[in-house]
């Protein structure tokens, strides 16, 4: 993991944690054109991304993040943003109690015990994927345009073809597992959760939701898929992170 951060350590932190095929500066240079507040952003690339090593595992992610924050002193997070892998290394930071978290934002998270079949078919489609881009990097990559728009497609693109076997693999166990257990009704209610209304991660959610967070509704994104309306409606998205973060 490589930390980038952005202005005053004196401002209330904002931690982002992103998706795959994004990295933290790229999400960062998103996300700020709309940010009205000021704020000190931490925004890290994991593993497989922008300036990081190999994704092993979200654990050691975890472990990372973790050791440069408290290294920084900051264990009080205003709010802890995660969008689909990212919520893997974001879920684990809540978890621990020598962390203040005010307020939570998660993005398309596949909250499921053990999604072995998920796991599994995910891992065939970026890997095929992936290898197709690198052999010929020149392709436009029409799915990620035509799912995420030009301005993110390229992006994600660029970072695809970086990525190694290996980072795809672990990086796919990482969404489809997690140690879920029942959160308190205080936690719970830190917790904004959403998903696009065609996202197959809302699918293998209901029952972790119902079983876990039963107190967490979650948003769901008329027509949209997976993490689709961060990238379509980033301006709105971003208004309304903010909305949130001034929230009570």
């Known amino acids: 993991m490589f930390i980038h951060e952005y202005g005053n350590p004196e401002d209330e932190t904002i ?5 795959m095929e994004i990295t933290g500066q790229d999400l960062y240079e998103i996300f700020s054109e709309h940010l009205k507040g000021h704020y000190y952003i931490i925004a890290p690339d994991q593993g497989g991304h922008g300036d990081s090593s190999t994704y092993l595992s979200a654990d050691q992610e975890a472990e990372s993040l973790k050791q440069a924050l408290r290294k920084k002193g900051k264990t009080h997070i205003r709010l802890l943003y995660g969008a689909s892998m990212g919520v893997a290394v974001g879920y684990r930071l809540m978890m621990d109690p020598s962390f203040t978290i005010d307020k939570i934002w998660f993005d398309g998270v596949a909250l499921h015990k053990n999604a072995w079949i998920a796991d599994i078919g995910m891992r065939r489609m970026f890997l095929k994927k992936a290898r197709k881009l690198r052999k010929d990097p020149t392709q436009k990559a029409r799915h990620l345009i035509q799912s995420y728009g030009p301005r993110f497609g390229q992006i994600m693109k660029e970072n695809f073809i970086k990525m190694s076997d290996t980072d795809i693999i672990h990086i ?6 997690y140690d879920l ?5 205080d936690l719970q209610n830190k917790i ?27 948003v769901l994104r008329k027509e949209m898929g997976h993490c689709e309306y961060m990238a379509w409606h980033t301006k709105a998205y971003v208004e309304e992170i903010e909305e949130y973060i001034r929230g009570k």
Do not use: I
Not at 172 to 177: F, K, L, M, T, V
């Open 15 to 19: 931690l982002l944690l992103h998706p």
């Open 172 to 177: 796919c166990w990482a969404c489809c597992h």
């Open 181 to 185: 257990t029942p959160l308190s009704e």
């Open 192 to 218: 904004h959760l959403e998903y696009g209304q065609k996202d197959p991660d809302y699918l293998l959610s209901k029952k972790g939701l119902r079983t876990y967070w039963p107190k967490v509704k979650p």
